[in-house]
């Protein structure tokens, strides 16, 4: 496939749709996945090829939904659970944490969960306390589940394609925010390795590290403090589970301060975990605390002003960064 223009949700789709195509195991099970097309629009016209043998709509039960995928994992089944928003989280964690994050160490490696759970996340669209939250520190801090948030239309593809391999179970989050956003990749090009981070723009005075949708914010802040003459390095996590501490250390290493930037609460978050990591391993070549820059801890506001005020922002991170370098 030559280079294309494509939405962050039309790579979803492709990778589903490739995926169902190369491996008939593969079933997506979720509300209003068939033909309604899915709540955001992943799943659109894919029963036409698939069928509803495999896009299987449920009853709003989440429990039900993360349950049946499971089972199914078990007996020989590749199943996509699609959860509409990842604050339902909150309904699954015994099917998830209890059961598919355990069952493979439970019976010895005889028996995997080779699942994916698909969730979106993250604030942007005023859906209010209950639809907005950031939870990926609940799935960080479940040995046996593996945690892929991808901050490109490219990585999108690449990181399901990939989940839809693996013999663990992946939880899978989707920003809210990215779905629309259009990037031109190469689905066919050779991805990056899953669970190795990328370094989206290199620079000497400072390491940022994020991942989703925080990697554009970054972005968009690394490039006002070029403008000032303050070289960042910004390093997109990709995946939590596994985790890249490797190419992170080697980027503190060389800059000597680091800020970290999330879209979660601030306490007991990602965030927090990362600052610790970094400087419990880069502590002989810090020249300044590692800085953490999160979500307030706070429920998520509906009105958009207090939204967007409650998560890290473009001038929050130069403001941040000019101080460290006392600049």
């Known amino acids: 496939m030559a280079e294309t223009e494509i939405t962050y949700r039309d790579a979803l789709r492709q990778a589903l749709q490739d995926a169902m195509r190369a491996d008939d195991t593969v079933v997506v099970i979720g509300e209003e996945v068939g033909a309604y097309g ?55 964690m015994d099917q998830l944490a209890n059961q598919a994050a355990k069952i493979r160490y439970m019976f010895g490696g005889q028996i995997g969960v080779p699942m994916v759970l698909r969730t979106q996340g993250g604030t942007g669209r005023s859906a209010g306390a209950q639809h907005s939250q950031s939870l990926e520190g609940w799935i960080m801090h479940t040995p046996g589940l593996r945690l892929a948030m991808p901050a490109t239309a490219a990585d999108a593809y690449h990181l399901l394609r990939h989940s839809l391999t693996l013999p663990d179970p992946v939880v899978f989050i989707e920003h809210k925010s990215l779905y629309t956003r259009k990037e031109r990749v190469d689905l066919d090009a050779e991805p990056t390795p899953w669970g190795k981070a990328v370094v989206r723009r290199q620079g000497n005075d400072l390491t940022l590290v994020t991942y989703s949708r925080m990697v554009h914010v970054a972005l968009a802040a690394a490039e006002q403090l070029a403008k000032q003459d303050i070289s960042v390095e910004l390093i997109d996590l990709r995946t939590l589970n596994p985790l890249d501490m490797a190419t992170v250390i080697a980027s503190v290493e060389r800059t000597g301060r680091a800020v970290v930037v999330s879209e979660g609460p601030l306490t007991g978050g990602v965030a927090s975990e990362l600052a610790a990591r970094i400087g419990e391993e880069c502590f002989d070549y810090l020249q300044a605390p590692v800085i953490r820059l999160a979500g307030e801890d706070i429920p998520i506001p509906v009105s958009p002003d207090l939204e967007s005020a409650s998560i890290p922002t473009a001038a929050l991170i130069v403001a941040t960064v000019r101080r460290m370098l006392r600049r």
């Open 38 to 92: 899915g709540a955001y629009g992943v799943t659109r016209d894919l029963i036409t090829e698939f069928g509803a043998g495999r896009l299987i709509d449920t009853p709003i039960s989440e429990p039900a939904i993360v349950g049946v995928a499971v089972g199914a994992a078990m007996t020989g089944l590749r199943p996509v659970a699609e959860l509409m928003y990842v604050d339902f989280l909150g309904l699954v």
